[in-house]
């Protein structure tokens, strides 16, 4: 502020999370229609699969109403018991 050179300060190393804001998030098991129902409540683009996992990462697609208003919605994979101890695909989405 006054043109004074300022005093050495300390040095960090940070790890940053980013984190997806939404609205509304739909968790279930595996197969339980997630991913079909957020592509029939918007226009999100993603694979339906008959098999279980299909959905190997988090999809957000976005409701607009005819008043402006925009609802995120988020379809995460299925969600397990032992999910974040990455049985098959868990750990990607889910922090232990």
């Given at each position: 502020k006054n043109g004074r050179k300022g005093e050495v300060g300390q040095r960090t190393r940070l790890e940053l999370e980013v984190r997806l804001v939404t609205d509304v998030v739909l968790v279930g098991l595996p197969n339980a229609g997630k991913t079909s129902l957020l592509a029939a409540m918007s226009r999100a683009h993603t694979r339906i699969?008959?098999?279980?996992?299909?959905?190997?990462?988090?999809h957000t697609g976005v409701i607009?109403?005819?008043?402006?208003?925009?609802?995120?919605?988020?379809?995460?994979?299925?969600?397990?018991?032992?999910?974040?101890e990455d049985i098959t695909k868990g750990r990607r989405v889910l922090r232990q």
């Open positions: 699969g008959p098999e279980e996992y299909s959905t190997t990462r988090p607009r109403f005819r008043d402006g208003v925009d609802i995120r919605v988020t379809d995460l994979p299925g969600i397990y018991e032992g999910a974040n």
